[in-house]
């Protein structure tokens, strides 16, 4: 049974960092692709960062770009995202998703089938 567990979200002002951690069981890390999405009510899920295996660089969304990076522990069932320079319109919960690998870089939530309960970020002007 896979499961994902984030952790990390909080309130910060803008300008700060905060560093989310997601922690996968049941599956096997180095085949599979994860990512982080966030969703705000009345909006769609959209990605923030997805990384795959194989060394491939990492997608995210030019809303992010430069200022999130996403990493993986040695085992490829931990996933970071490291986020600075916070912005009011990052404001968010934020989910940590997993599936399989299938050869290229997943950027939409339906690439996904299994995820985490979300995390919560607020960032206050």
């Known amino acids: 049974q896979v499961q994902l567990v984030e952790s990390g979200g909080g309130s910060v002002e803008a300008g700060g960092s905060l560093r989310l951690s997601c922690v996968g069981s049941g599956y096997y890390g180095p085949r599979h692709c994860m990512g982080w999405f966030r969703q705000t009510p009345g909006k769609e899920r959209e990605a923030v960062a997805t990384i795959c295996p194989g060394g491939g660089r990492p997608y995210y969304p030019e809303s992010v770009k430069g200022r999130f990076t996403v990493s993986q522990g040695n085992a490829k069932d931990t996933l970071y995202l490291q986020m600075t320079s916070l912005k009011p319109e990052d404001s968010a919960m934020y989910y940590c998703?997993?599936?399989?690998?299938?050869?290229?870089?997943?950027?939409?939530?339906?690439?996904?089938?299994?995820w985490g309960q979300g995390t919560q970020v607020t960032v206050s002007s």
């Open positions: 998703a997993v599936d399989e690998y299938l050869g290229w870089v997943p950027v939409s939530p339906s690439d996904f089938r299994y």
